[in-house]
């Protein structure tokens, strides 16, 4: 039972390390802009194609594919904010919204005439199985623990200890003030885009190494993230690691201990309880 | 003089029509999933279909009275979707005025056709589709060559129990009718013949994680697993199984090629798990008929037949030979009884089950026998033929509407 108990939490930290991959981009992108991306799970798809097409037709190995496609995610990311959202900075949140929606469309069209409807599992040659006490760890999950960890940890001291972290935190306190002490704006939205972008591409191929990038895909990582984002609070960095980690647990949990059938639906009954009781988030200050 | 060649011409032209009398055109509908999910089904089955017809008109076509039929289809893509279904089954009604329709890999769009056709003065023959309704609806027009999925999930519970399995945990597929109908089945006959479900667990369409049912399945410690859905969703549970180190002996049900289950799980991993299906297209099994199609298949299309292509491939051969027995292509009531009453075609590929020798029952489904696959050396290997009472299941299906 004890076996059982810990096997279910490691199983529910992986899948919840991707969640909080996810909802890092989500919640930095919302604390600045106060946009909903829901482009971001078909961003995270186009990052898995392409690893796999690195890999697969260019013949380039693992992790230099994964690093390219992370550069590559993060340009995509520069001309999303260029493109799309930039023209409309100023007008009502709704414009941005709908942009929103139609990025979600577009991209995942894209994803459609570029790489094809079927799913594509990302090759590793990670196969081996690391037994502790009767709790198995697949090597591969191992990594996808361990490089989820150091992505967060990097982000995490890219926004608390540079130059570039105070400038992103300044605007997202408050937009007037950072501009008034010679943030340049332009540069920080970009920024926060390009970074973003790049953590939702590893998410991306984490999932296509673990599981499979196909249609689809997408639109579930990216309610996940949201979820998480409701669940540690909207904007906030270690909100969306704890919710992230908090979600993956709890949805193994509620298979193992209540029933597979109602797996989402308990993990959103959370979701609307952190709502009822604490609407600000689990770590949030409510004072702002 | 003008006058006279005209007449001596517009007679000569009047007169050729009885001259070639015997060679006329039999234009059918043809409704698959050319594109999309589906289209691993669709496409293969529209190949083997073509391939079936022109066969037929190579061989001087349907022979109905003086006339000989060459036979042409009008196809859509119907995208394995119920509205893309009952839009392609309108415009060939309505528009194309056909009289005969085939096609039909899945269970959406082949459901939907089911759901209205029996007004319709139009006969057709399904293909793949899998969804019980598709028959249990009791249309007097259409005819399915595929068995339903609980047929098979019968033969397949009590097939697990003579393996000696005591005590059975499930993971399942929750929401495809094929599979639910199956699994349901599965359990009621294995516990008729004495063995019991510890847990039945589920997983969504898109879900690719079933780490979490697994680690609870592997607590419960059962002499062995049950795992059924769609290829990939199987292949997964197959890999996390063996990652989580579940030892037991894994049935499934899914009817995925080895190439399928080699993009998810390792070979290794495969080892020793059973598929427990109809037995569907398989050279291996179905002999020297099957290898001339294999044969005459890949010359066409440069490709080796899915295990699917026969159902559709066969129901061509069925139309021509009710056709052939009714001598009319209009009378659609008397066309639909010949094909009640029609032996098995001889030129049909699977190995089918005639119910009081028929080879479509009441209901106008047509039976196969099941088979047990199981994984050895990289690939799945015909291990035996699962008992299978074609006669009980037409009897259930005649209680049922749905």
């Known amino acids: 039972m004890l076996i059982d108990f810990i096997q279910q939490i490691f199983n529910g930290l992986v899948v919840g390390s991707i969640y909080t991959l996810i909802a890092l981009g989500l919640t930095t992108i919302f604390g600045i802009f106060g946009i909903a991306h829901f482009a971001h799970g078909s961003v995270a798809m186009f990052g898995g194609y392409l690893t796999y097409f690195l890999i697969s037709a260019l ?92 992505l967060v940890i990097g982000m995490t001291l890219l926004i608390q200890r540079t130059w570039i972290g105070m400038a992103v935190r300044a605007v997202a306190q408050n937009r007037a003030a950072a501009v008034l002490m010679g943030i ?93 009781v604490r609407p600000e988030g689990l770590m949030r200050r409510s004072s702002r | 003089m003008k006058r006279l060649l005209g007449a001596v011409l517009s007679t000569a032209l009047i007169g050729t029509p009885g001259a070639f009398a015997a060679e006329k055109t039999l234009t059918i509908g043809y409704s698959d999933a050319l594109t999309g999910g589906g289209a691993v089904y669709g496409v293969p089955q529209k190949k083997a279909i073509d391939l079936a017809i022109e066969e037929i008109n190579g061989a001087g076509g349907i022979k109905v009275g003086a006339d000989n039929y060459k036979i042409k289809t009008i196809e859509y893509d119907d995208k394995a979707d119920s509205t893309e279904a009952t839009n392609v089954a309108r415009k060939l009604i309505d528009r194309d005025d056909v009289k005969f329709i085939l096609g039909y890999c899945c269970s959406a769009s082949g459901g939907a056709m ?34 339903p999925g609980d047929y098979t999930g019968a033969a397949a519970g009590k097939f697990i129990a003579q393996q000696g399995v005591k005590t059975l945990g499930i993971l399942a597929v929750r929401d495809v009718a094929l599979f639910t109908q199956y699994r ?22 898109q879900d690719r994680d079933m780490t979490a049912q697994l680690t609870k399945l592997r607590g419960l410690n059962p002499d062995a697993l049950f795992v059924s859905g769609y290829v990939e969703q199987v292949a997964f549970s197959h890999r996390q199984a063996s990652e989580l180190g579940i030892k037991t002996q894994r049935y499934g049900f899914s009817g995925g090629s080895a190439e399928q289950f080699t993009k998810v799980a390792t070979a290794e991993q495969m080892n020793g798990a059973w598929d427990l299906l109809a037995i569907e297209f398989n050279a ?119």
């Open chain 1, 59 to 150: 013949g380039i190995g693992l992790l230099p594919s994964f690093i390219l496609a992370m550069a590559a995610g993060a340009l995509l990311g520069i001309v999303l904010e260029r493109v799309a959202y930039y023209p409309v900075r100023n007008a009502p949140p709704i414009n941005s919204f709908i942009i929103a929606l139609g990025l979600t469309l577009i991209i995942e069209k894209l994803n459609l005439l570029a790489f094809g409807v079927d799913q594509v599992i990302i090759p590793t040659p990670l196969v081996n199985v690391i037994n502790v006490g009767g709790v198995t760890m697949p090597e591969l999950r191992i990594y996808v623990l361990a490089i989820a960890a150091i």
């Open chain 1, 184 to 276: 340049n704006v332009n540069s920080v939205s970009m920024f926060v885009f390009a970074l973003s972008s790049a953590l939702g591409v590893a998410a991306g191929v984490l999932v296509g190494a673990l599981f499979a990038v196909a249609p689809g895909v997408s639109s579930g990582l990216v309610i996940k993230g949201f979820a998480v984002l409701i669940l540690g609070g909207l904007g906030s960095i270690p909100g969306a690691i704890v919710g992230g980690m908090l979600l993956g647990v709890s949805e193994a949990f509620a298979a193992a201990f209540v029933s597979s059938a109602y797996k989402d639906v308990i993990s959103f009954l959370l979701m609307i309880l952190v709502l009822l």
């Open chain 2, 114 to 147: 089911a759901s209205f056709i029996g007004r319709e003065d139009v006969i057709v023959l399904v293909g793949t589709a899998g969804a019980r309704s598709i028959t249990s609806l009791g249309n007097k027009n259409v005819f399915r060559t595929r068995p």
């Open chain 2, 184 to 205: 349901d089945s599965l359990v009621k006959a294995f516990e008729e013949a004495g063995g019991k479900v510890v847990a039945i667990e589920t997983f969504g369409g």
């Open chain 2, 284 to 402: 291996d099994v179905l002999g020297p008929k099957a290898v001339a199609f294999v044969d005459r298949y890949k010359k066409k299309y440069n490709e080796n037949p899915t295990p699917n292509t026969a159902y559709a491939y066969d129901q061509v051969y069925v139309l021509r030979d009710a056709l052939q027995a009714a001598q009319t292509t209009t009378d659609m009531k008397k066309i639909q009884e010949t094909i009640r009453a029609l032996p098995i075609p001889k030129e049909a590929l699977l190995k089918y089950l005639p119910v009081n020798g028929r080879m479509f029952d009441d209901k106008g489904q047509a039976y196969i026998a099941n088979g047990a696959f199981q994984w050895k050396n990289g690939n799945w290997a015909f291990v035996k033929e699962l008992p299978s009472d074609a006669a009980a299941y037409s009897n259930f299906l005649k209680t049922i509407k749905d």
